[in-house]
């Protein structure tokens, strides 16, 4: 029981915005209208916000990374395509009998978790830092969407999943959950939403713990000063390098749920582009909170798609012009702006009003 209290209390702390009874009541009144959402919404309008929510899980990872870890990583797409591509292999060879789909998500984020531990290995205790740091994982990440780009004949497949190259990998089942009688399948309506807001609210709500633990306090102590962390006894090489492995889990993960979402996974949701935009959302919302990293990218994700459909051409533009206007008027962030104006604005009305 005691352990059950101090995890809640790390729900709160100095390493996350957000507290007290207002932040908490809001919350749940954002999750009561989350559930009921599909109650007053189509099928395809239901599924088209999945699409929004597996983003999250990317942004959140590169938040964790770059935000509270300062180190700026191209690489949050190599894991998201490493474990898309996973998933595929293991559930076109093996089928989704027995709640094996459930299974293949979990092994898919193992292997990016793994890759993630090679790579940030030579990296960290390499002494790799700062804009080298993101130097190589773009490299990485580019050399992986070449390499699945040409992968196109015949003789490139695993068992019986070909990788198709540039056209990319289709037909994988989708999640199917074992119920007595019948399993219950999560095509890309309502029950994957369900299922994909679940996921999401227990990550939220598990990296909040996590970053007003002592890990966080010691992962922001070396954002901050990795020589004075070093100093104090902490290997930070082991703490980034456990860091950047949570962060490719989590990318990982939304890399599986996009490639259950739309039932195929390509090249290029590692290309030059996709690795980007997860910047251009965490830098918009605020990259050193959680809550603002979740806000905006749901926001710019929308006013994204909007663009798409209405100006595809202005799209990708819109997206670079948000990014300078944010660098250069809100450095930490709009919505983080925002949520500490609210924040002093409330805090005067409550002393006034006291």
């Not at 582009?273 to 749901?298: C, E, K, M």
């Amino acid at each position: 029981m005691t352990g059950l209290l101090s995890l809640f209390r790390r729900l709160e702390g100095p390493q996350t915005v957000g507290r007290g009874p207002a932040f908490w009541g809001m919350f749940a009144v954002v999750l009561m209208g989350a559930l009921a959402y599909p109650l007053f919404s189509d099928g395809y309008t239901v599924g088209n916000t999945v699409y929004f929510f597996v983003w999250v899980f990317i942004a959140l990872s590169l938040c964790l990374i770059w935000g509270y870890g300062g180190s700026l990583s191209f690489g949050q797409t190599a894991f998201f395509g490493i474990a898309g591509y996973s998933y595929g292999i293991l559930t076109i060879n093996f089928g989704s009998a027995y709640g094996f789909t459930l299974v293949a998500l979990v092994i898919a984020v193992a292997i990016s978790a793994l890759f993630a531990v090679l790579l940030g290995y030579f990296m960290f205790f390499g002494r790799i830092a700062g804009v080298f740091l993101g130097i190589v994982t773009l490299a990485v990440t580019l050399m992986l969407e070449r390499f699945m780009a040409q992968t196109a004949g015949p003789e490139w497949h695993i068992g019986s999943a070909r990788l198709n190259g540039f056209n990319g990998m289709s037909a994988m089942p989708p999640l199917t959950i074992p119920w007595p009688g019948e399993p219950i399948v999560l095509f890309a309506d309502v029950g994957l939403y369900y299922f994909v807001l679940g996921v999401l609210v227990l990550v939220y709500l598990g990296l909040r713990i996590l970053m007003n633990s002592s890990f966080g306090n010691v992962i922001v102590a070396i954002r901050e000063n990795p020589e004075r962390a070093e100093m104090l006894g902490y290997d930070v090489r082991k703490y980034q390098l456990i860091t950047f492995v949570i962060g490719a889990a989590l990318a990982g993960l939304s890399g599986v749920l996009y490639t259950v979402w739309g039932q195929y996974i390509t090249p290029s949701s590692m290309g030059m582009t996709a690795a980007a935009l997860p910047l251009i959302w965490v830098a918009v919302g605020g990259r050193s909170d959680l809550t603002s990293t979740l806000i905006g990218t749901l926001m710019v994700l929308a006013v994204f798609q909007a663009l798409t459909i209405y100006g595809s051409q202005y799209a990708l533009v819109f997206m670079g012009v948000l990014l300078v206007l944010t660098v250069l008027i809100a450095p930490n962030g709009l919505v983080l702006g925002a949520m500490n104006w609210l924040g002093r604005v409330t805090g005067r009305v409550t002393q006034r009003a006291g």
